[in-house]
């Protein structure tokens, strides 16, 4: 494999460990898809694992302004999901540290551990497995401005954009691969269930 994974190399992981699955699925919020990605399953393998983040953290390291920052850099993830890449990328990059946000419940918001604090101008790449609805993300960028923090860049091993992927602006984009799955609103408008094709209902 190269130094720097290619699209090619990224996909076949997904494929063969089983993270990336082709079939008819159905979303939480009933969104209909042809594709299914779960990038955890891929990171249960340490060679994957560690190819997946060496190669986020080379895309991050030729942005001179990130490496200029990366002793002072915190990594950040949105949700637990992202965690196994968010230490591979600290550890590569050799950050100055890495933590993430939690919900007491499912309806409360995004909040760090307790003492987990952030010093005003902190630099923070946001890190996480995927891309998809932005909305996750999205909060944490929130919470970390509203303490201060400075965010440089969002990376994630996959960009797999729906029709609704909320827009991060002039933020810097990092990923390994993009997947432009098709994408129906719900079961009414869903040509895979006009086909009759069996439905699998996923969890997140």
């Known amino acids: ?8 190399d990224v996909v076949r992981v997904l494929r063969e460990t089983g993270a990336l699955r082709h079939g008819h699925f159905e979303y939480p919020d009933g969104m209909h898809s042809n594709e ?3 990038v955890p399953l891929a990171m249960r393998y340490y060679q994957h694992a560690r190819t997946l983040s060496v190669g986020l953290s080379r895309l991050l390291r030729a942005n001179p302004e990130i490496r200029a920052m990366i002793p002072e850099l915190s ?3 949105p ?3 992202g965690l196994p890449v968010a230490y591979g990328v600290c550890e590569a990059l050799r950050a100055r540290q890495v933590y993430w946000a939690e919900r007491n419940d499912e309806s ?3 909040r760090f551990r ?3 604090e952030q010093s005003p101008g902190e630099p923070v790449v946001l890190v996480d497995d995927i891309l ?3 909305s996750k993300l999205t909060e944490m960028k929130q919470l970390l401005e509203s303490k201060g923090a400075l965010i440089l860049a969002l990376a994630v091993v996959v960009h797999q954009p729906t029709p609704t992927t909320l827009s991060f602006g002039s933020l810097p984009l990092y990923y390994l691969a993009r997947l432009d799955a098709r994408y129906y609103a719900d079961a009414g408008h869903c040509e895979l269930c006009k086909k009759g094709v069996p439905v699998d209902r996923v969890w997140i």
């Open 75 to 77: 990594i950040v993830a």
């Open 36 to 38: 299914y990605l779960q």
């Open 79 to 81: 949700a637990t999901g």
């Open 108 to 110: 409360g918001p995004l």
């Open 132 to 134: 998809r609805s932005g």
């Open 114 to 116: 307790q003492f987990v």
């Open 1 to 8: 494999m190269h130094l720097l994974p290619t699209q090619e």
